[in-house]
């Protein structure tokens, strides 16, 4: 995967799916790789990132299991541009966190500790996106309908947005006044079903269509192999080296969103 990089119009990234680039006021850079690779937004979306100020580097060390979609959002919303917020995908949202993680530390200087998997010694990674996983759509990608083995069934489905995401936390948080409960592979599942038989469903509604295959396994693995099959975005995991140089072997360090992620050590 190449490195984004903030360039100028006349420049050009090597890669099949970059294109030249434009830049705006304000510091702000078009940004052409995306793991959806931008085929889901309607044609001609550009979207334009600025690296992240001091102000919004400290609302992300902030970040709780309670306030993490919020705090994403508003500081994305500050340094994104091109695109309603809420109607990013959230495969592209993380991978726009990183981008903007990566732009605001050029300087190589900069790292970030963690403990070596193989010699078991603190040691240090200096961020690099090239060094994450990403699973792009491919060329000719479209969204289709399944039709359900032996029956009329039909749905259709959708990647969650940023605007998903939010209700889909607000169902989960109202499950506890439920009394039958869904499991988390069945509120993803329903997260991305949109319509049955051509009439749009909610969430709740989608997770009881689900939980209705109780009797019917193949059909069930029919629409878990179609939502797998649709997988892409960046995997939060750095491939990190370790700095001794009696070890150098390599760790997959989970990228956490901890306070040393976005406020990393200056070393001299």
Not at 8 to 13: F, G, L, S
Not at 120 to 146: A, M
Not at 207 to 215: A, K
Request: glycine fraction near 4%; include cysteine.
């Amino acid at each position: 995967m190449a490195r984004p990089r903030m360039i100028d119009i006349d420049e050009t990234i090597e890669t099949p799916i970059q294109k030249p680039v434009q830049k705006l006021e304000g510091n702000f850079y078009e940004i052409t790789d995306l793991p959806s690779r931008f085929l889901l937004y309607p044609e001609g979306t550009k979207i334009f990132g600025r690296p992240m100020k001091v102000s919004e580097i400290k609302k992300l060390t902030t970040m709780n299991e309670v306030n993490y979609n919020s705090i994403i959002k508003s500081v994305l919303e500050n340094c994104i541009k091109g695109i309603e917020i809420d109607e990013l995908y959230v495969a592209d949202k993380l991978y726009l966190i990183f981008w903007l993680r990566a732009n605001t530390y050029t300087d190589a200087n900069f790292v970030t500790s963690y403990i070596c998997q193989h010699c078991g010694r603190k040691t240090e990674y200096r961020f690099n996106i090239d060094d994450f996983e990403t699973t792009y759509l491919e060329d000719g990608f479209e969204l289709k309908e399944l039709k359900l083995l032996n029956r009329d069934t039909v749905l259709t489905f959708d990647f969650p947005k940023i605007k998903d995401e939010e209700k889909i936390q607000r169902f989960i948080d109202s499950m506890k006044n439920y009394v039958v409960k869904f499991d988390d592979d069945t509120v993803t599942i329903a997260g991305m079903i949109k319509t049955i038989d051509g009439k749009e469903v909610t969430i709740k509604q989608a997770c009881e269509f689900i939980s209705s295959l109780e009797d019917d396994p193949q059909n069930y693995a029919r629409i878990n192999s179609y939502v797998l099959g649709m997988d892409f975005g960046i995997v939060p995991e750095l491939n990190a080296t370790c700095g001794y140089s009696d070890c150098k072997e390599v760790s997959k360090v989970p990228a956490s969103f901890q306070p040393d992620f976005f406020i990393p050590r200056y070393k001299s």
